[in-house]
C-alpha cells in the first residue's frame, strides 16, 4: 500500500513513526532488562503487597527451575487458570523463560469450555487457583495434564492482612480446601524449595509463544497460535504510540484480565516493557477498581467501557481523587460520548479509543493520544499495521472510502493461524491478509468506525459471547426444537444474552427453567437474562435462522 493509501499517517502525532525499528528480543529478555535497568521499582502489586522487578525476576527463574524439574520441555504447552494475581504474572514468564507455550484460560469457563482448550492444546501442566482446585483434579484424567500448581489470594498479602486471611477466607468464599491427590502440589512450598537458576534455552524470535482461545461461529474455542515476534512487535507497536509516557516513570492499572489478550499484551506485557509497576486487580469491579486508584495512584489504565460506566456510577467515586491518571485506553466496545467527556473532566486524562482482535495479538487501531481524536471512531492503524475495507462477499474487491466493508489487516502482530485448524486459518488469513470479520467504514482521513459485526458476536463486559455457543447449548435440551442467541442491551455491561427458543409440540418450559439448565455448561457472563419462546424462528428460503432479523425485531419492540 502506497502512503496515499494510508491517508491516516497524516494525523499520527508527533514522534509516532510510520515505521518502529523493532528490536529483536523476546518477552523473558525484556523481563530481565527491566530488571537490570529498574530493579528496585515496584513491578507487581496486589493489595499492598510489593514485588520489586529484582524479586520478580528471581521468581520467575525458580518457577522456570520446577517446570523443568516437571520434564517441560521447549514446545510444551503449560496451562494457567487465574485471575490477575502475582503468580499469574510469574508463571507466564517462567513458561516462556524455557520455551514453553502459554495457554491462558478464563476461570469463569465451565469444564465443559476448559476441558476443549486444556486438550485442544495438549498442556502438560496447570497453574491454577485453591478455589478452582477440586474442579480441575476432577476434570484432569480428561486431559494431557499431569500435574496441578495451586496457589491461593492469601499466598501474596501485606501485614496484617496477611495474619487476618486465614481466619475469614473460608467463610468469605477467597479460599478452599484442595483434596489430597496424586502430583498436586502448592505454589509457595513448591516456590520456596527452588533455586533460581533454570537452564539456558535458546529461544528464538519466531518461536510459538502461546496458543490464545478465541470463540468462533462455529461454536468451537479456536487456538490463535501467537509468537514471541507477535507479541513482542503488538508491545513495541504501543511504545511507539504512546511516546509521551516513558520507561521506569508510570505505574499501571492492572484491571483488564490477563487471561484475555487485551489485558495480556496493553496491561501486564506493556507494563514489563516499560519497566512500569503495575496495580493488579483480580476482580475488576467498580469498588475495588475505585480503591485501587484512590490507594495506589495508577497513571494509566487500559479498561473496558463497562469499567468505566461502573466507575462514574459508583458511590465511592465522590470519595476518590482521580487525578492520578493520565491516560486510558478503552477497547472491546464503543465507549458513549458522554462517559468520555464525564470521565475526562474528572480526572484530566486523555481516554483513546482502540480495536483489536485475538488475532492480532491484539492492539491493530487506536485514535492519537496528542491528536485528532474522533469520537465513536477506533481510530487508525498502528505503525508498520496496513489495513483496507473489502467486500463482504468478494474478499479481493475493496470497497470505496465511506462504503461498508470487512475490516482487512496486515502487520507484525498478526497470529501464524489457528493450532490443528487449516480450513478456519485459510478462511481467516487470505495472501498474509487477516479478515476480521467486523464491518466498518473508513473516512477520508483513515479513521475507522466499526458497524456490524459479521460473525454476530455479543460482548458482555468486555468479554466476547459467540451466539452459537450458546445456541449449542440450548439444542442439548430436550424440549428444545429451535434456539438463537442474540445480543440485547445492557445499561452497565454493554450488551446481555437474550436467547429465543422454540419448543418442541406440546412441550411447556419458563425462561427459568432454561437458564438453570446452561448454569455449569456455560460461564456466568454468557448466561441468557432473557429467554423468549416463539412459535417460529425467521429463516432464509433454504432454512437457514436469520439472527439478524431477530436482532432488528428485538430492537424495534424496544424502541415502541
Not at 524449595?193 to 468462533?216: E, H, I
Not at 489478550?261 to 486487580?281: D, E, I, K, Q, R
Amino acid at each position: 500500500m502506497t502512503a496515499a493509501e494510508r491517508p491516516w499517517l497524516k494525523f499520527y502525532e508527533e514522534g509516532v513513526p510510520e515505521s518502529v525499528e523493532f528490536e529483536e528480543i523476546c518477552l523473558p529478555d525484556i523481563l530481565d532488562r527491566s530488571a537490570q535497568m529498574f530493579p528496585d521499582n515496584m513491578a507487581l502489586l496486589f493489595q499492598g503487597y510489593q514485588v520489586t522487578y529484582a524479586e520478580l525476576k528471581e521468581m520467575v527463574d525458580r518457577f522456570a527451575t520446577i517446570l523443568v524439574g516437571f520434564g517441560i520441555k521447549k514446545g510444551d504447552s503449560v496451562a494457567i487458570l487465574l485471575p490477575n494475581l502475582i503468580p499469574c504474572v510469574v508463571a507466564y514468564y517462567a513458561i516462556l523463560k524455557i520455551g514453553g507455550v502459554a495457554v491462558m484460560n478464563n476461570p469463569l469457563y465451565s469444564n465443559r469450555e476448559l476441558g476443549h482448550q486444556f486438550t485442544d492444546s495438549e498442556a502438560k501442566l496447570l497453574v491454577t487457583l485453591d478455589l478452582l482446585g477440586n474442579r480441575m483434579i476432577d476434570l484432569r484424567p480428561q486431559t494431557n495434564i499431569k500435574e496441578i500448581i495451586y496457589t491461593s489470594i492469601g499466598d501474596y498479602l501485606p501485614f496484617p492482612k496477611s495474619l487476618l486471611f486465614p481466619l475469614v477466607a473460608k467463610k468469605k468464599k477467597l479460599a478452599a480446601d484442595v483434596k489430597s491427590a496424586p502430583d498436586v502440589y502448592k505454589w509457595k512450598k513448591l516456590l520456596a524449595g527452588a533455586q533460581p537458576n533454570p537452564p539456558q534455552v535458546s529461544l528464538k524470535f519466531d518461536d510459538v509463544a502461546m496458543y490464545q482461545y478465541t470463540g468462533g461461529t462455529t461454536g468451537v474455542s479456536k487456538g490463535a497460535v501467537l509468537t514471541q515476534e507477535n507479541l513482542v512487535k503488538n508491545v513495541q507497536q504501543l511504545a511507539a504510540w504512546f511516546p509521551r509516557f516513558k520507561k521506569g516513570e508510570e505505574i499501571m492499572l492492572g484491571a483488564l484480565p490477563f487471561f484475555h489478550v487485551f489485558g495480556l499484551t496493553t496491561s501486564m506485557n506493556f507494563a514489563v516493557y516499560m519497566g512500569w509497576g503495575n496495580v493488579l486487580v483480580p476482580k475488576p469491579q467498580p469498588q475495588p477498581l475505585l480503591e485501587a486508584i484512590r490507594k495506589f495512584k495508577p497513571s494509566f489504565a487500559p479498561l473496558v467501557p463497562a469499567m468505566f460506566v461502573g466507575i462514574l456510577n459508583h458511590p465511592d467515586i465522590k470519595k476518590t481523587d482521580m487525578t492520578c491518571l493520565k491516560g486510558c485506553f478503552s477497547g472491546s466496545a464503543p465507549l458513549p460520548v458522554e462517559v468520555i467527556r464525564e470521565f475526562e473532566e474528572m480526572t484530566g486524562a486523555v481516554i483513546v479509543e482502540g480495536y483489536g482482535l485475538t488475532e492480532s495479538s491484539p492492539a491493530t487501531h487506536i485514535n492519537p493520544f496528542e491528536g485528532r481524536r474522533k469520537v465513536g471512531s477506533i481510530g487508525i492503524p498502528l505503525s508498520d499495521t496496513y489495513c483496507k475495507l473489502v467486500d463482504v462477499n468478494e474478499a479481493e474487491k475493496e470497497v470505496p472510502i465511506g462504503e461498508r466493508g470487512e475490516i482487512a489487516i496486515r502487520g507484525p502482530q498478526v497470529m501464524q493461524g489457528y493450532r490443528n485448524m487449516p480450513e478456519e486459518t485459510a478462511l481467516t488469513i487470505k495472501d498474509g491478509w487477516l479478515h476480521t470479520g467486523d464491518i466498518a467504514t473508513m473516512d477520508e482521513e483513515g479513521y475507522f468506525y466499526i458497524v456490524d459485526r459479521k460473525k454476530d458476536m455479543i460482548i458482555c463486559g468486555g468479554c466476547n459471547v459467540y451466539p452459537r455457543d450458546i445456541d449449542e447449548v440450548f439444542y442439548e435440551h430436550p424440549k428444545v426444537k429451535e434456539a438463537c442467541a442474540i445480543g440485547i442491551p445492557h445499561p452497565t455491561r454493554g450488551e446481555a444474552v437474550k436467547c429465543c427458543v422454540v419448543l418442541k409440540e406440546g412441550e411447556t418450559a419458563t425462561a427459568e427453567e432454561m437458564i438453570e439448565f446452561c448454569k455449569g455448561k456455560l460461564a456466568v457472563y454468557k448466561l441468557p437474562t432473557e429467554v423468549e419462546f416463539r412459535a417460529e424462528l425467521p429463516k432464509t428460503n433454504v432454512g437457514k435462522i436469520l439472527r439478524k432479523a431477530l436482532r432488528a425485531e428485538d430492537e424495534a419492540k424496544r424502541k415502541t
